[in-house]
T-cell receptor, first 113, second 111 residues
């Protein structure tokens, strides 16, 4: 089906483990984004990408790594998970410069024990 | 991006119009007003945006005051499925990449 998907939808991991959250979109949108949502903070931008092989930091990039080898995929990796990274993670995409709307995925709920 | 102020919560009866206000007194001339909503446990969903003229689409209407310092999102015939947190965001159309979500308005539609 067309759209933006995230996997897994739920993940429980332990402190210090590496975790990768996947994001896939079928629209060939140029821009992709990763946000985290925590109580009291709303949504905060972690990283974004303007095109394949082009990424840039958002507000809260520390502890995260991204890559974008293909336009349709934008994985987010927590290299050594910490409890403070327990959150709901949303991926989003938008067509390109001049386009207004971001389309969000369903989210991944990550718990770090 | 200009800061926005929204009421924390609102209630509306099903079938009535829901009017959600937003103050953005520091908005600059090239900044747009966007509205998104987030239904519980789902990703945010785009609703509508505008610069200075009133806008309408299949989901809602956006009324922007002449001085552009405030706006109102109108859901003409609210349903229970419209219960969500509604975010008013002011930003330049191009350039800035992130959407800055404030605390939004928690709208509850009552049967």
């Amino acid at each position: 089906d067309a759209g933006i998907t995230q996997s897994p939808r739920y993940k429980i991991t332990e402190t210090g483990r590496q975790v990768t959250l996947m994001c896939h979109q079928t629209w060939s949108h140029s821009y992709m984004f990763w946000y985290r949502q925590d109580l009291g903070h709303g949504l905060r931008l972690i990283y974004y990408s303007a095109a394949a092989d082009i990424t840039d930091k958002g507000e809260v990039p520390d502890g995260y790594v991204v890559s974008r080898s293909k336009t349709e995929n934008f994985p987010l990796t927590l290299e050594s998970a910490t409890r403070s990274q327990t959150s709901v993670y949303f991926c989003a995409s938008r067509p390109g410069q001049g386009a207004d709307t971001q389309y969000f995925g369903p989210g991944t709920r990550l718990t770090v024990l | 991006d200009a800061k926005t102020t929204q009421p924390t919560s609102m209630d509306c009866a099903e079938g009535r119009a829901a009017n959600l206000p937003c103050n953005h007194s520091t908005i600059s001339g090239n900044e747009y007003v966007y509205w998104y909503r987030q239904i519980h446990s789902q990703g945010p969903q785009y609703i509508i945006h505008g610069l200075k003229n009133n806008e309408t689409n299949e989901m809602a209407s956006l009324i922007i005051t002449e001085d552009r310092k405030s706006s109102t999102l109108i859901l003409p015939h609210a349903t229970l499925r419209d219960t969500a947190v509604y975010y008013c965001i002011v930003r330049f159309r191009q350039g800035a990449q992130k959407l800055v979500f404030g605390q939004g308005t928690r709208l509850t539609i009552n049967p």
